[in-house]
């Protein structure tokens, strides 16, 4: 299976992504958290008064596996404004505006 990486962001470079997963066992590997443990997840849990909240020691972060059989995504690689002018011009024409990709990964 081909590894693809989407990071939603603000037009340009935003995209979509819809994987049917399989879901797996969660684990709570302490190992695995501090590995790809990122500074700005902190922001995602409030603090409550405990010190580790946020952090790779925070008893709430749980990894949850999945197995991807395949995924879709749309990835925009234009301007913002250029984005604009091809969703007003589709819009006025009536075509599909042209914005961006859709890409396929799967097992095959």
Avoid: N
Avoid at 46 to 61: F, K, Y
């Amino acid at each position: 299976m081909s590894s693809t990486r989407c990071r939603s962001r603000v037009i340009p470079g935003s995209c979509w992504s819809s994987p049917p997963p399989e879901p797996e066992v969660s684990a709570r590997d302490k190992e695995v958290i501090r590995q790809l443990h990122a500074p700005d997840w902190k922001a995602w849990f409030a603090t409550g008064g405990d010190p580790r909240a946020g952090t790779p020691d925070d008893p709430r972060l749980v990894l949850i596996g999945v197995d991807v059989v395949s995924a879709t995504y749309f990835e925009v690689d234009k301007p913002q404004p250029v984005v604009l002018y091809e969703l007003v011009k589709a819009w006025v024409k009536g075509d599909p505006p042209d914005v961006g990709e859709v890409h396929r990964v799967g097992r095959g």
